[in-house]
């Protein structure tokens, strides 16, 4: 049994460094602008963002959980293990302020895309 699941913009739920904040100024006609939370264009925030996803679901990796970037799939053979198992992840989810794409969730499924492969 398999379940999908898709973060919006996983960047912009990172916040920022504070020392970090002043090296993404940029000025316009109006003001000076500087960013709060990880910008998409910034060097290392796919690392960053794999990093915190790392971070969250540490014990769950490998066993019974993937991620990659704002990809996860949750794989579990018992449907009573995999509820229990979508609970921790949906609280943790809920904890650090991340929003799901719901056109991206599949749910108790046998089979599905992940990083472009059909697994099942």
């Known amino acids: 049994m398999l379940s999908f699941l898709d973060t919006y913009s996983g960047y912009n739920h990172i916040r920022m460094y504070h020392?970090?904040?002043?090296?993404?100024?940029?000025m316009t006609e109006r003001s000076?602008?500087?960013?709060?939370?990880?910008s998409f264009g910034l060097k290392?925030?796919?690392?960053?963002?794999?990093r915190l996803m790392?971070?969250?679901?540490?014990?769950?990796?490998?066993k019974t959980m993937k991620v990659y970037v704002h990809d996860m799939v949750?794989?579990?053979v018992k449907a009573e293990?995999?509820?229990?198992?979508?609970?921790?992840?949906?609280?943790?989810v809920k904890?650090?302020?991340m929003c799901l794409n719901p056109e991206k969730c599949f749910f108790r499924v046998r089979g599905g895309k992940f990083?472009?492969?059909m697994i099942s």
């Open 19 to 26: 020392p970090d904040k002043d090296k993404t100024t940029f």
């Open 32 to 38: 000076n602008y500087r960013y709060q939370v990880m």
């Open 44 to 50: 290392n925030a796919g690392a960053t963002n794999q």
């Open 54 to 62: 790392d971070k969250i679901f540490h014990e769950l990796l490998g």
């Open 74 to 76: 949750v794989k579990l």
């Open 81 to 92: 293990k995999h509820a229990a198992v979508l609970e921790v992840v949906f609280a943790r």
């Open 95 to 97: 904890r650090h302020e």
């Open 115 to 117: 990083l472009g492969f």
